[in-house]
């Protein structure tokens, strides 16, 4: 059961009271990384007291929408149920059941203490949308010589304030990929904004965790011509689902072999998100690249 993953769906607008229920349903039966999740539509439907129906059309719409996504199949009396996962980040992004308000009607109650000129407010400790821990960060300069502050300065809220404090220690791994004679413009900079967009649960802790990523960056660009003017920017974010299997494959958890397609394993190829030796290694057959030169003659 994840709290996290429960919490969140609950202050989602998820499309209907089916889809939310079902949705809420699963997220009480994963783990805090939305794995694990090989409950029998017919539980459900027993559980949340809808019909079979009802609840395979819920869970087609949302594989559909990149909320959940297929893993795998486990085995049990009636043959094998299907096993799923919920995708946080597609989650995350799902506009919010709360309605920004004003701090007055929100945030605080504003008083006055006597001799005061003062107001001070009243915030309860647990408020959803209070951070009693971190300070508000302070706008400074990035030291463009520094190539761990340059990834800092680009990194977004996937980099939160205990990962950034952990992952300073391991900047020798930052100065590995440039004596590689990987470009940190061009290669490095692109791949920690494009997997660093949206808070994950699983903090990270080294500038390794980029490493895969990064090697397959600077190796496409090095394959491919300079892309026309007007092109798509090759460090816009990959949609939640893709970036969900690629955190699967550059992660160490088990990995069944039939979770990753061929269409899915190219994507993340050609994204940069992951490399051939790490699908290699996952057991994750490399599909061949198309060839565009090549013609089919008639």
Excluded at 97 to 125: F, K, M, Q
Excluded at 179 to 202: F, H, K, N
Excluded at 205 to 224: E, K, N
Aim: net charge neutral; proline share 8%.
């Amino acid at each position: 059961m994840s709290n996290l993953i429960s919490a969140s769906v609950q202050r989602r607008l998820v499309g209907s009271a089916t889809r939310k229920s079902v949705l809420s349903y699963m997220a009480d039966k994963a783990a805090d990384d939305g794995s694990g999740i090989w409950t029998s539509k017919a539980n459900i439907a027993r559980d949340l007291e809808l019909s079979r129906r009802a609840v395979q059309l819920a869970i087609q719409e949302l594989i559909r929408d990149g909320l959940v996504a297929e893993t795998g199949q486990r085995d049990c009396k009636h043959g094998f149920t299907v096993e799923y996962s919920i995708v946080i980040e597609a989650v995350d992004n799902l506009p919010s059941t709360r309605e920004p308000r004003s701090p007055r009607e929100s945030d605080a109650r504003v008083t006055r203490e006597p001799g005061s000129h003062d107001p001070v407010n009243h915030v309860h400790p647990n408020h959803p949308y209070k951070d009693t821990t971190t300070p508000p960060a302070e706008d400074t300069a990035v030291d463009n010589s520094d190539p761990q502050a340059r990834c800092l300065a680009v990194a977004g809220p996937g980099l939160c304030p205990a990962s950034r404090a952990a992952i300073t220690g391991t900047a020798e791994e930052i100065e590995g990929w440039l004596r590689e004679g990987i470009d940190l413009e061009a290669d490095i900079l692109p791949v920690i904004r494009a997997r660093t967009p949206t808070i994950r649960i699983s903090p990270i802790r080294t500038w390794a965790y980029f490493t895969d990523a990064v090697r397959a960056a600077h190796r496409q660009r090095l394959r491919q011509p300079a892309r026309p003017q007007g092109a798509e920017n090759a460090g816009a974010p990959a949609n939640p689902q893709l970036r969900f299997y690629a955190d699967w494959v550059n992660a160490d958890r088990y990995l069944p072999p039939s979770a990753i397609s061929n269409s899915v394993a190219l994507a993340l190829l050609e994204a940069g998100l992951t490399s051939a030796e790490r699908l290699a290694l996952r057991g994750v057959p490399v599909p061949a690249r198309p060839d565009p030169a090549r013609k089919d003659h008639r």
